[in-house]
């Protein structure tokens, strides 16, 4: 039973065969050798994401539907390159399934032009639909790229500081994963002390929480930060009081080392009692507790301390008669520090006089406090007259404070490289010698510093005598790789073409980034065309010119980028109708495909006389090689030079050049072009077979 199937199995496969080859030579599409698109040659689409990732698709097939994602934040980009020109390109988006209209529309669009379409997508969970559509008359066809918005799935953190110090990891803008933990260090400088943490987040306006005081602190990424460390710098420490009293009163008085009686958290103060005439030192007592003297004790807060005096020879002392006038005495510590206003002046008082004492520190000092007699820090104070006084007026140096100073750098061109600061920070105080060190991006190199600075050395150190502002200048390492069209043409940089309109569309291409192009023409009109961004792409430029004037043109185009400027093409450019002097004949030279072509004798001539011999030679581009001569010369030979005599007026001479094809791309085009004929000559040959088979053993 099987074997009696084999006959059936091949005539039924071959009869499918056959029908289906049929059908594809019917098919306008293989008609035309399997061409995937009628007029579309290729569909790019670049899919731009927040982080400056491009990922970029191809759609070489007519109806076809590309599905996506995009982080929301990106962007979408298409070049929509022709084969065969069209009445108009439209880009139709629909958003959510609802059509939101044409948001590009191209008309009278050429072949071999790339036209370059932009869209931003906005929100998150969004489907958009862009269909490119071709339209030409009496025919019309589409691809359609789907894709949805996807939130992004990383945080940007932004590190700040505030006063004196630094972070670690440095101030600056960093990108983490979502669910990461980071850990950020408070460094502060000599003389400042850590206040705290502020945060900001989703870059909205005001503090939104006030992160742990701990330090280092850790931060779980859950969203876009702006994370700022706080310093001080105290103007002094904290401030203590020690009150110093005498029991009984007049039996001897204490000296304090320092003086003053106010003092820094910390400080060191000695206490020496001294007893008076009939009288001996007995003991500390209040905030100290002990028979020794002189006693230390350190200021950690305010103290209070008494020193206990007993008087010699008898139990108790007398009680002395009080004396009916006292003497004031007031000095300055240090000497030269500033002076004491006394009112009453005098220096003696009658007993219970009130005596106002004013401290006023020359320029440059500052009052600290009362000693002697008097421990207190108010200014003026005012003393009872009971007893003999003697006051001290205690003052501290207190320069004025050091100007400070901010150091701005900025970047030119911006993204070009980076700088950094030692000791970092951009502020400074007055005298402060800060290095700069230009670090340059890939494909840069530095150039100069500019601003507060002219120089040309690496790293660079400026003194802060001032606010700077300082630029640091890099240009490209290497000349950025261009390519020049001239109505959709690509021109090689010394090439002749002929153009039969009089509007001329200029676009230059480039590998990177450019500060600039120009067009300058001269020959039967001059003039100088600025190429600007197309759709905003810095690396795609172009510009539109019209004539009048048939004739001879020369078409140059310079490209300007940080750091100098390429010579990208200098194009012979054959416009209208060209005619020589008499008894001459004017030659013009165009090509088809990508090469030049030139007079090699007479050399560079291009009006020779008339019914002399002229010889010109074809040069292919990489990549390319010589076809045929076309124009006036059309037919005389497939070597790449032509010798022929020069006749009438004028000559066109076309040079026309192909793609230089491998074996396997032969191979694959004559497959291609004849696979509808070899499914016949197959499905032929199996029904035959099979009827073979079924005729000689009888099935």
């Given at each position: 039973?099987?074997?009696?199937?084999?006959?059936?199995?091949?005539?039924?496969?071959?009869?499918?065969?056959?029908?289906?080859?049929?059908?594809?030579?019917?098919?306008?599409?293989?008609?035309?050798?399997?061409?995937?698109?009628?007029?579309?040659?290729?569909?790019?689409?670049?899919?731009?994401?927040?982080?400056?990732?491009?990922?970029?698709?191809?759609?070489?097939?007519?109806?076809?539907?590309?599905?996506?994602?995009?982080?929301?934040?990106?962007?979408?980009?298409?070049?929509?390159?022709?084969?065969?020109?069209?009445?108009?390109?439209?880009?139709?988006?629909?958003?959510?399934?609802?059509?939101?209209?044409?948001?590009?529309?191209?008309?009278?669009?050429?072949?071999?032009?790339?036209y370059p379409?932009?869209?931003?997508?906005?929100?998150?969970?969004?489907?958009?639909?862009?269909?490119?559509?071709?339209?030409?008359?009496?025919?019309?066809?589409?691809?359609?790229?789907?894709?949805?918005?996807?939130?992004?799935?990383?945080?940007?953190?932004?590190?700040?500081?505030?006063?004196?110090?630094?972070t670690n990891p440095p101030a600056g803008i960093y990108k983490y994963g979502k669910g990461n933990t980071i850990t950020i260090e408070a460094i502060p400088y000599s003389g400042y002390a850590f206040s705290g943490w502020e945060a900001f987040r989703d870059w909205g306006g005001g503090i939104v929480s006030k992160m742990p005081f701990s330090n280092p602190v850790n931060l779980t990424v859950d969203g876009d930060y702006r994370i700022r460390a706080t310093f001080f710098n105290p103007s002094c420490p904290p401030q203590w009081t020690l009150t110093v009293s005498v029991n009984p009163p007049d039996s001897g008085f204490v000296s304090l080392s320092p003086p003053g009686g106010t003092y820094a958290n910390g400080t060191q103060v000695t206490l020496t009692a001294t007893p008076a005439s009939g009288w001996r030192f007995k003991s500390w007592s209040g905030s100290v507790d002990t028979t020794s003297n002189p006693v230390t004790i350190t200021m950690y807060g305010n103290r209070g301390a008494i020193a206990n005096f007993e008087y010699l020879g008898a139990p108790s002392?007398?009680?002395?008669?009080?004396p009916s006038q006292y003497t004031l005495s007031v000095s300055i510590n240090p000497p030269g520090s500033g002076s004491v206003f006394v009112s009453p002046s005098g220096g003696v008082y009658d007993a219970g006089t009130q005596v106002t004492l004013v401290a006023t520190p020359d320029v440059g000092w500052r009052f600290v406090s009362w000693s002697g007699s008097v421990n207190t820090t108010e200014n003026p104070v005012t003393i009872a007259m009971d007893g003999n006084k003697s006051v001290v007026a205690n003052f501290e140096y207190s320069p004025p404070p050091l100007p400070q100073y901010t150091l701005s750098v900025s970047i030119n061109p911006p993204g070009s490289g980076s700088v950094s600061l030692s000791p970092s920070g951009g502020t400074y105080t007055a005298?402060?010698?800060?290095?700069?060190?230009?670090?340059?991006?890939?494909?840069?190199?530095?150039?100069?510093?500019?601003?507060?600075?002219s120089a040309t050395s690496n790293p660079v150190t400026v003194a802060m005598d001032g606010d700077k502002q300082v630029t640091a200048n890099f240009e490209y390492a290497s000349a950025p790789s261009c390519t020049f069209y001239i109505n959709g043409r690509e021109v090689n940089p010394t090439t002749s073409l002929f153009l039969d309109t009089s509007t001329w569309r200029f676009l230059l291409k480039a590998d990177?980034?450019?500060?600039?192009?120009?067009?300058?023409?001269?020959?039967?009109?001059?003039?100088?065309?600025?190429?600007?961004?197309?759709?905003?792409?810095?690396?795609?430029?172009?510009?539109?010119?019209?004539?009048?004037?048939?004739?001879?043109?020369?078409?140059?185009?310079?490209?300007?980028?940080?750091?100098?400027?390429?010579?990208?093409?200098?194009?012979?450019?054959?416009?209208?109708?060209?005619?020589?002097?008499?008894?001459?004949?004017?030659?013009?030279?165009?090509?088809?495909?990508?090469?030049?072509v030139s007079v090699t004798e007479p050399c560079g001539k291009t009006?020779?006389?008339?019914?002399?011999?002229?010889?010109?030679?074809?040069?292919?581009?990489?990549?390319?090689?010589?076809?045929?001569?076309?124009?006036?010369?059309?037919?005389?030979?497939?070597?790449?030079?032509?010798?022929?005599?020069?006749?009438?007026s004028s000559m066109t001479i076309v040079a026309e050049f192909e793609r230089e094809v491998g074996m396997e791309e032969v191979a694959w085009s004559f497959v291609r072009s004849h696979f509808p004929w070899m499914l016949v000559a197959l499905g032929v040959a199996m029904l035959i077979g099979g009827e073979f088979l079924e005729r000689r053993r009888g099935w």
């Open positions: 039973m099987a074997e009696r199937g084999v006959p059936w199995f091949l005539k039924a496969s071959g009869a499918a065969l056959l029908a289906l080859g049929l059908v594809l030579l019917s098919a306008p599409a293989f008609a035309k050798g399997l061409v995937p698109f009628q007029k579309i040659d290729v569909v790019e689409c670049g899919y731009t994401q927040p982080d400056g990732s491009i990922r970029v698709v191809e759609v070489r097939m007519s109806g076809a539907v590309f599905n996506g994602q995009v982080r929301d934040g990106g962007s979408v980009g298409f070049n929509i390159l022709l084969k065969e020109s069209v009445d108009e390109i439209q880009i139709r988006e629909y958003i959510d399934g609802a059509y939101q209209g044409i948001v590009e529309k191209i008309p009278d669009a050429k072949k071999g032009i790339r379409c932009v869209v931003y997508p906005t929100g998150v969970g969004r489907t958009y639909e862009l269909d490119i559509v071709a339209l030409w008359k009496g025919g019309g066809e589409m691809c359609t790229f789907n894709f949805t918005t996807v939130a992004s799935d990383f945080g940007i953190v932004e590190i700040s500081t505030s006063g004196g110090g630094e002392p007398p009680s002395p008669t009080p005298g402060a010698q800060v290095t700069l060190t230009a670090n340059p991006a890939s494909g840069y190199r530095f150039k100069s510093w500019s601003g507060s600075i990177r980034e450019l500060s600039g192009a120009t067009v300058t023409i001269s020959g039967a009109a001059t003039a100088a065309i600025y190429l600007s961004p197309e759709y905003g792409i810095p690396t795609q430029l172009g510009g539109v010119w019209s004539t009048a004037k048939e004739g001879r043109y020369t078409v140059t185009c310079t490209a300007y980028y940080p750091g100098g400027e390429i010579t990208v093409a200098s194009v012979e450019i054959t416009y209208g109708q060209v005619t020589a002097p008499p008894r001459y004949t004017a030659l013009v030279l165009d090509v088809v495909g990508k090469g030049s009006e020779v006389p008339e019914h002399s011999i002229v010889r010109v030679q074809a040069f292919p581009a990489p990549g390319w090689r010589f076809k045929a001569w076309g124009g006036d010369v059309a037919g005389r030979g497939r070597e790449p030079y032509l010798s022929f005599m020069a006749s009438g």
